[in-house]
């Protein structure tokens, strides 16, 4: 099954703000929007941003997503070393019927 | 709080079976689709089942479909995975999550293994 395209790595100072992009096609990013998934080492995957640009209860404004045809981006401003995760792109397929995940994107606070 | 905890991971040899479980509390279990999505050691997300609130539809990865069984028991509030003939390639942590992938367990470690 076909994966979302995301960057390997994102590397931005502590309190700039760091955008993640996210590449897919009319069947699965552009069809029910995308979904973020934070992923810190040791911890499960959080969800902190939805359907493009709904945010989670309890997930902090820093967090915002949005989407431009077929592909999604998340903006982190005020980086935090808390933040420092792998990111992960997620959409629904119709036509794979299938999740499908983009590779990740590793961002570094500096 | 919704919590979902996964269990039945385990070392087992290729071509054996494990069944994972994942108890759910917190939410309306039976008006939610539910997933098992795994991450192999080193390597990133991968979805591997969907089960849709019925149990009457099932989705899975291309590498799985013939081998694993998704499943769920609405009135024990659980989801499961039956795996068989068990490969190496599926070693991983697998994670029970729900709906938009909005909940996740902790994950339960399966390693397949000689």
């Known amino acids: 099954q076909a994966g979302l395209t995301q960057p390997p790595s994102v590397s931005k100072d502590l309190s700039q703000t760091a955008t993640l992009t996210c590449t897919g096609d009319?069947?699965?990013?552009?069809?029910?929007?995308a979904g973020w998934l934070q992923h810190r080492r040791g911890h499960p995957p959080k969800l902190v941003a939805y359907?493009?640009?709904n945010r989670p209860s309890g997930i902090s404004e820093r967090f915002s997503a949005s989407r431009s045809g077929n592909t999604a981006s998340l903006t982190i401003t005020g980086l935090q070393p808390e933040d420092e995760a792998d990111y992960y792109c997620?959409?629904?397929?119709?036509?794979?019927?299938?999740?499908?995940f983009g590779g990740g994107t590793e961002l570094t606070v500096l | 709080e919704v919590r979902l905890v996964e269990s039945g991971g385990g070392l087992v040899q290729p071509g054996g079976s494990l069944r994972l479980s994942c108890a759910a509390s917190?939410?309306?279990?039976?008006?939610?689709?539910m997933s098992w999505v795994r991450q192999a050691p080193g390597r990133g997300l991968e979805w591997v089942a969907t089960?849709?609130?019925?149990?009457?539809?099932?989705f899975y990865v291309d590498s799985v479909r013939g081998r694993f069984t998704i499943s769920r028991d609405n009135a024990k509030n659980s989801l499961y995975l039956q795996m068989n003939s068990l490969r190496a390639e599926d070693t991983a942590l697998y994670y029970c999550?729900?709906?938009?992938?909005?909940?996740w367990g902790q994950g339960t470690l399966v390693t397949v293994s000689s």
């Open positions: 999550t729900s709906g938009l992938l909005d909940y």
């Open positions: 917190g939410f309306t279990f039976s008006r939610e689709w």
């Open positions: 089960i849709k609130p019925d149990g009457n539809d099932k």
């Open positions: 009319s069947n699965n990013v552009a069809y029910q929007g």
């Open positions: 359907r493009d640009g």
């Open positions: 997620s959409a629904w397929d119709r036509i794979l019927t299938a999740w499908v």
